[in-house]
């Protein structure tokens, strides 16, 4: 057989030729977006225009060079180191997570058993014990990094329903009664949990919320026993930490009580906001936290990690242990101990790359500080963002923000019909424009405005230009319709 081709494609001159070449495009690239003057945030190009191009790429190899390829990916792609990027919940990744990445990727140690992941695997358990200290956690917390919230919260779910459901499921089936409370503003991967778990629509009690958008704690009892007058065998209280539009945060240590008094399991879902309890200055927010039994942490949502790299903790680590196995107890505790090291008795993921790498060299060239000014400085922003809201007369604000998102419309005269109809009209105009890029979402029937501001060299002259292009569109939209 011919290995030309091979030798060519595993070419360690080619490699260090190619990867020199992408670390300068990649760096100019930061250069260009962190000021982005005259780049947009996000070029919108519509999804038939944008297949055409890369089969006309593909067909033509346009791409003279491998970082020919790369070029073309940065130029038609949203740029989230950019100041006017405020658009969905995910960080610029912090460079040196992304060189992190690049490690990872080559070496490709799949970390399922501890043979594929000898450094990853200890790495991970230092970043959990760190986080897990972080929150506010005990030497007994323990847990592991998996691929996303959506997968964290199953897992914790599933964990939730092996401790703490009556009959052996997990050897059994079965469980259409089982069921959980979660206030109806919950992230929708918890509604699918519960129904991939086979509880059904009636396994997810949706809990009101106030006119702060969190969960009215005063109707878990009334909830609760309805519930078990129906056969039901509550299981868990989910707590959002924070809920994803409008990043309201629920009461924890009201629902810990709760949960403590009947014997429930309590989780929290704080993949976007269970990192403000690592900035001094926003921790009270999270007050609670601690309580929990399992909490679930995007480290790519706030904390500038490349995606997807989620923790998932327990405050008993060894409860991590019986997500997948309902075993009596006295079969864990002779091994536990010694288990820490094979993950995927834990994990979802079988095959799972060291993501711990990517904190971890966060954490080791930056320290936790880092961690905490990307917090606090969010956060701030946040605030910023609102108090020019409120100063403007043309602009209403969904509710006062406790972190980085922001919900907000355009209310030019006050209140009337067709502001729905004005702000989706703005928002589709601002995404096609690329300037800037927010999103947008649906608060109680009417449809607002929503920014996350992730990226902490946003400042607020952007803020206030953002609010500026959204005054000349309303009036180019005004202009079109009369
Ligand atoms: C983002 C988010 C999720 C989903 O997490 P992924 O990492 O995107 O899978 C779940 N819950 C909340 C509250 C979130 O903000």
Redesign the pocket.
Known sequence: MDLTRLNKAYDPENFRKTGHELIDLLADYLAEIRDGNNIPANPWIPPTESLDYWKADLENARADSVSGLFRQILDRGVHLHHPRYMGH?ISPAAPVAALAGMVNDLMNNGMGVYEMGVSGTAIEHLVIGIFARALGFDERAGGFLTS???LA?LTALLTARSVKAAAPVWQNGGGPSYALMVSEEA?Y?VDRAVRIMGWGEAGIIKIPVNDQFQMRTDQLPAHYEAARAKGLEVIAVVG?AC??STGAFDDLEAIAGFCQSNHLWFHV?G??GSALALSEKYRNRVAGLHLADSVVM?F??MLMTPS?T?ALIYKDGMNSFRTFSQQAQYLFDRTEEGEWYNLAKRTFECTKLMMGLKVYSILRTHGMAFFEDCVTRLCDLGQAFAGLILDSDDFDLAVKPECNIVCFRYKPGGAHAGLDALNERIRKQLLQDGTFYIVQTRLKGESWMRCTLSNPFTTPKEIGDLMEKIRLCAREISQIIS
Do not use: I, P
Request: charged residues 15%.
């Open positions: 919940q996303g919230g959506t919260n992230h991967c959002s809920s994803t879902d993949a976007h995007d790519h949502k997807v989620t």
